[in-house]
């Protein structure tokens, strides 16, 4: 069957750059933390989840920080790499890589976390003036709810349209614009976003969703 893609001795680049970006989605920082610190295993914990909100019911501030910081990172290292050393093609791919990584990490059995500390990462990298609006959009909302679930939800939601409406220029080339390609990768991750925040919006919509740092039983 041919590669839809085209022949693959032209196309393997694309491919290693969605594999190289998934491996370095795939690693579970809330976890690693968390167990290097001897707090044990944060998926036996409140929601069960590997993010920095679930790593916050530690009660060690610092660790969700942290964790926070470098599940974001991923997703932006990924990018700004191969931006600046290829092409923005390159750079969706790898960055889409990291973010499926993070919600399936191999290292896990494809059990991961939501995506959103990576998905931010992802949009500061790929636009950073929509990047910077999606942050602010969490964080607006975070400090007016108290509820993480619904600030990704809300930050998810309105990041393609900030995608479409920002313009920012790429370091491979200095060119001022935005695209659709961006856009549509911003509206791809947002609908698994969605999809992983399901049990939230169940709860959201009965009232039970629980306060950001309120452990959850």
């Known amino acids: 069957m041919p590669d839809p893609l085209g022949d693959f001795s032209l196309t393997w680049p694309y491919y290693a750059a969605a594999l190289i970006g998934y491996l370095v989605g795939s690693i579970p920082f809330g976890l690693v933390l968390t167990k290097m610190a001897g707090l044990g295993d ?4 409140g929601s069960g989840n590997i993010g920095a909100t679930n790593v916050l019911r530690t009660g060690n501030k610092g660790l969700a920080l942290a964790t926070l910081l470098l599940d974001g990172g991923k997703g932006a290292v990924v990018v700004i790499v191969a931006n600046i050393f290829f092409t923005q093609d390159y750079a969706v791919l790898a960055g889409s890589g990291a973010f499926i ?15 959103v500390a990576t ?7 790929l636009s950073w003036p929509a990047g910077i609006a999606v942050a602010l959009t969490w964080l607006l909302t975070a400090l007016i709810f108290r509820m993480s679930s619904l600030s990704a939800l809300v930050a998810a939601a309105l990041a393609p349209v900030y995608l479409h409406l920002l313009k920012t ?3 491979i080339d200095g060119t001022f614009y935005g695209d659709s390609q961006r856009v549509e990768v911003a509206f791809f991750m947002a609908v698994l976003i969605f999809i992983r925040h399901r049990e939230n919006i169940a709860r959201l919509l009965k009232g039970e969703e629980p306060k950001i740092g309120k452990k959850k039983s």
């Open 42 to 45: 944060v998926r036996k914990i």
């Open 101 to 115: 990584g993070h919600l399936f990490p191999i290292w896990l059995k494809f059990k991961g976390g939501k995506g």
């Open 119 to 125: 998905f931010i990462g992802v949009m500061l990298a």
């Open 169 to 171: 220029n790429l370091p």
